[in-house]
C-alpha cells in the first residue's frame, strides 16, 4: 500500500467522530467482558507470550476502529508519538519492501513496547478478541470457528468446551461502522495495519 497518498479523505470524517466514541466504547466493553468471561473459564491469561499475537499482520476494517485509535494517540505525548510514528514507518518500508505475496514476515505492532500495548484502550476488534476459542457466523450465513492461539494450545490443547461467540460483537461494530460512513460519507473500503494506520495519521496534522 502506498501510505503517502493524499486522497485518503479522512479529515472532515474526524471531525465528526466524537459522538461516535461513547458508543464505540459501549461495543468494545461489551467485546472485552465475553473475551473474559470465556478466557476466565479456562483461566487463560495473555501475558509473557514469546510467540506474542502483536507479531501477527491484521488487517482492520473499519474507520471506527481507525478514529478510535487516533483518538488514544491525541492523548500521547509528542516525543512519544514522533517515536511512535518513526517505528510504524520502519514497519511499513519493511513491509513494502517485501516481495508481493510473501506476507508472513512477522514484524512486531509498532504500538507494541517492551510487551505491553501503547494504546491498549484504543486498541482494534481483533487485538481484544483473538487468542481464545469462537465461532462466527458470517453476513452469508455460514459458521466459522478458530482454536485458541499457539499460546492457548500449549496450555489447553483442542479444548473449546467455551467459546466466544463473537457474532455478535462484529455485527455490533458493523452497524456502528455502517451508520457512521452514512454520516460522514464514506464509502471506501478499508485494509490496513495498525502501522499503516499510524502512517495515515499525519493526514489528520496533529502529528506535531
Ligand atoms: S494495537 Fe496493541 S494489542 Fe493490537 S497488535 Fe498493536 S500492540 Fe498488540
Excluded at 481507525?66 to 520502519?90: N, P, T
Excluded at 499457539?150 to 473449546?160: E, L, Q, T
Amino acid at each position: 500500500m502506498n501510505v503517502s497518498d493524499p486522497a485518503f479523505p479522512i479529515r472532515q470524517a474526524a471531525d465528526r467522530f466524537a459522538p461516535y466514541v461513547p458508543r464505540l466504547q459501549a461495543v468494545f466493553s461489551a467485546m472485552d467482558l465475553a473475551y473474559v468471561e470465556v478466557a476466565g473459564t479456562y483461566r487463560f491469561r495473555c501475558s509473557g507470550c514469546e510467540d506474542n499475537c502483536c507479531r501477527t499482520r491484521f488487517h482492520h476494517h473499519t474507520y471506527l476502529e481507525f478514529f478510535y485509535l487516533h483518538h488514544g494517540w491525541e492523548k500521547l505525548e509528542k516525543q512519544r508519538r514522533e517515536i511512535l510514528m518513526s517505528r510504524a514507518d520502519d514497519v511499513c518500508r519493511a513491509m513494502d519492501a517485501l516481495a508481493p505475496g510473501r506476507d508472513t514476515h512477522r514484524r512486531m505492532c509498532p504500538l507494541n513496547v517492551d510487551g505491553l500495548c501503547e494504546l491498549y484502550e484504543h486498541r482494534p476488534m481483533i487485538c481484544r478478541l483473538h487468542g481464545i476459542p469462537h465461532v462466527l457466523q458470517r453476513p452469508d450465513g455460514r459458521k466459522t470457528t478458530g482454536s485458541g492461539c499457539d499460546a492457548f494450545h500449549r496450555h489447553y490443547g483442542d479444548r473449546s468446551d467455551a467459546v466466544l461467540e463473537r457474532t455478535p460483537h462484529y455485527g455490533a461494530l458493523a452497524a456502528l461502522e455502517q451508520e457512521f460512513r452514512r454520516t460522514v460519507g464514506l464509502a471506501d473500503k478499508l485494509k490496513m495495519t495498525v502501522a499503516e494506520m499510524i502512517v495515515r495519521f499525519t493526514f489528520l496534522c496533529i502529528t506535531h
